[in-house]
């Protein structure tokens, strides 16, 4: 049976770790494809195009968005940020499970697009662990920490929009969570209609068969 | 966090190796505990009352109904069968996901005194295999074989009350799919509300401090 590849929501807090994950994921299973978003936003130091994201100018992002070639976009501080629909549909076509790290909005855009996407939210132990995870970093002014802070606040609101958490204590136990709920989800019976369906044909033929 | 276990509906059609299955399962993790029926029926040569069922009177088992003391019960060929509430909520609230290997029938009734409840299908990877290991046990009447194709064929019309599916080819590959769809459940959403819940008033207090 020729599986088709999943669409993967993930989001979560700032400092809960997302990013290392993700990585971490990536390089221990080879079932995976992250999506890379388009932005108008300008590169910073160390980003590289087509890896982080892909850099565009503003009119070359609304043209892409007018034809339909982006499955969710946003604004957000005066930069567009989206997903190309063709990367996507083609790895998921050659059985990838696409991962796509976005915030609730676009999550939740994604969601009424492609009902089947599973949405997955990574939270820290603790709301004590994010803050010290957040100041431990030693880059951040306290002001963009109580940001962050509040922004995690505004976020919890709406996880009963997802349908699994992960708990991001260790990093490998984490990992392998992530893994096994997505791999779990291949075996969902509204992902395997076409089975089921062919099941009971093949079914009714032997029983048809035997009068 | 001191998780509480899932209440996990195991069935499947006659042949598709359900037993087995759980038999493995129980063996590879510890984190199993399997329920055991009530019935009313005689028990047949070398099974034994605690293992395969608890063998019990009628009068035992209406009076056991009546207080309560089934979460689901059923009547086959003038026999009743039962699962007693007594063994599964005590299992659950050790922590442990305790099997119920039982038909449809009793698996809808589960999902609605338990929605939380776990509904898990077991199939053979075609039909035309499933004709062939019950002909291939060589202990079955062709009548016999034929009347489980059709209650196969019958109870096929019902797998969409199901959560998931399992496709039993390989056993072992087959035990580690259903392992990894009741590790996973752990993380949904709806089975994490107090965590969540937590979680939110913990940053609420974090934002509200720092004002």
Redesign the interface.
């Known amino acids: 049976m020729k599986r088709k590849g999943i669409l993967v929501v993930v989001s979560g807090f700032s400092g809960a770790g997302k990013g290392t994950l993700m990585k971490n994921l990536i390089k221990k299973y080879d079932n995976y494809a992250l999506s890379i978003s388009m932005t108008t936003r300008m590169p910073r130091e160390g980003e590289m195009d087509g890896r982080e994201y892909f850099f565009v100018s503003k009119e070359t992002f609304e043209e892409k968005a007018k034809q339909g070639g982006l499955v969710e976009y946003a604004c957000y501080c005066d930069n567009y940020y989206g997903t190309p629909r063709e990367y996507v549909e083609a790895q998921l076509e050659m059985g990838k499970d696409v991962i796509l790290e976005i915030e609730i909005q676009g999550a939740l855009k994604i969601k009424e697009k492609f009902p089947s996407a599973l949405l997955l ?1 990574v ?1 820290p132990p ?3 662990q ?2 010290d995870r957040l100041a431990g970093r030693g880059t951040e002014t306290q002001e963009v920490i ?1 940001k962050r ?2 922004r ?2 505004e976020e ?2 709406g ?2 929009s ?6 991001n204590d260790d990093l490998e136990v984490c990992t392998k ?1 992530l893994h ?2 997505i ?3 291949h ?3 509204d992902r ?1 209609e076409g ?2 369906e062919n ?2 044909q ?6 048809k068969g ?1 009068k």
Chains 1, 2 share one sequence.
């Open positions: 939210f939270m603790s709301a004590n994010l803050r109580d802070l509040r995690a606040a919890a609101e996880i009963e997802y349908d699994y958490i992960v708990i969570e096994s709920i791999f779990a989800a075996n969902a019976v395997n089975f089921i099941m009971r093949e079914l009714n033929v032997l029983v035997e």
